[in-house]
């Protein structure tokens, strides 16, 4: 007899019956009714066991899709991004959904550039709700993997962090000439301080004299302000500078002036070219140091212009 079916229960009509003949003919009589009474019962149909209707596992109401990211390469722009990907509130929602990436500008995405599709509530379509199986519950499905991307369109490089890179640190600039002092030409000397010579008004020569052709560009040996610029007897066309130490240096037979009276110039600066105008007998560059802007207050301009760093 199975455990779970049902049995009629016998009419008592067919039981009374049973025991009335019992009670006419006698105990030996009430057994062989109760075996066809339960031969009866045993021979009903069984009634068919109850069962649960078979449903449909209970899908989740809403599927929530699994941000996209993908990668810029060169060419897009948002607007084709999200024809191509079928995105809902086409650019303008995937710019929303990425501004932060993007900046301020829509048309101005970067190759490497990650957006992310769909990011922010793109959900599946729901599912109509079926009554869930008594039995347990089916584990819920596994995510479907993403949707590869269309044929046709190269991969984009692995793109860096969004955090913008920081830029490379700029190579320090050069420091300007003004912070140290230099030779006023390339040249070597052709003639030395304190030369005796009766040439010379002072009996000796009050600088020094360096090989320079005709034009070759006359630098300031060191920051400062242009006391004098033009022309000056036998100097010719001259160029005299205060320092920030108090001393002048002094640039003599110019062809070519390029700085004047009141400026202010720094190491290295061209304040003009080189002549042999005034008292000379060739292109050269005569150059003094003085403690006063005067004749007559010279000093070891060669001795100066090392103790303030200037290779010569």
């Not at 003919?25 to 045993?42: E, I, K, Q, V």
């Not at 993403?146 to 490089?157: E, L, M, N, S």
């Not at 720094?266 to 000379?280: D, E, F, K, R």
Request: glycine share 12%.
């Amino acid at each position: 007899m199975p455990a779970k079916g049902k049995h009629r229960r016998p009419k008592s009509l067919s039981i009374s019956r049973g025991f009335a003949v019992a009670g006419t003919g006698g105990a030996a009589l009430a057994l062989p009714l109760m075996g066809a009474a339960g031969a009866n019962a045993a021979g009903a149909p069984a009634a068919a066991p109850a069962v649960a209707p078979a449903v449909a596992p209970q899908a989740p109401a809403t599927l929530q899709a699994a941000p996209t990211v993908y990668t810029v390469v060169p060419g897009d722009c948002l607007s084709e991004i999200a024809a191509e990907r079928g995105l809902s509130g086409g650019w303008q929602r995937l710019y929303a959904e990425n501004r932060e990436a993007v900046g301020s500008n829509p048309s101005l995405i970067h190759p490497g550039l990650k957006l992310t599709l769909g990011g922010r509530g793109e959900a599946a379509a729901p599912v109509d709700a079926v009554p869930a199986p008594r039995t347990a519950p089916e584990a819920a499905p596994k995510a479907a993997p993403k949707a590869p991307k269309p044929a046709g369109r190269a991969a984009a490089p692995q793109a860096q962090p969004e955090s913008a890179p920081e830029a490379p640190a700029q190579a320090p600039a050069a420091q300007p000439a003004a912070a140290g002092f230099v030779a006023p030409v390339s040249g070597g000397i052709s003639t030395q301080y304190k030369v005796a010579g009766a040439m010379w008004s002072s009996g000796y020569h009050t600088g020094v004299d360096f090989i320079a052709a005709m034009g070759t560009s006359v630098k300031a040996v060191g920051a400062g302000t242009v006391v004098s610029a033009g022309w000056s007897g036998a100097y010719g066309n001259e160029v005299v500078i205060r320092h920030a130490d108090g001393k002048y240096s002094q640039y003599a037979h110019l062809s070519q002036l390029s700085v004047s009276s009141g400026q202010s110039v720094t190491a290295g600066q061209s304040i003009g070219l080189s002549g042999s105008t005034g008292n000379s007998t060739g292109p050269h560059l005569h150059f003094e140091i003085r403690t006063s802007p005067s004749y007559g207050s010279d000093m070891d301009p060669i001795a100066y212009l090392r103790s303030k760093g200037a290779s010569l």
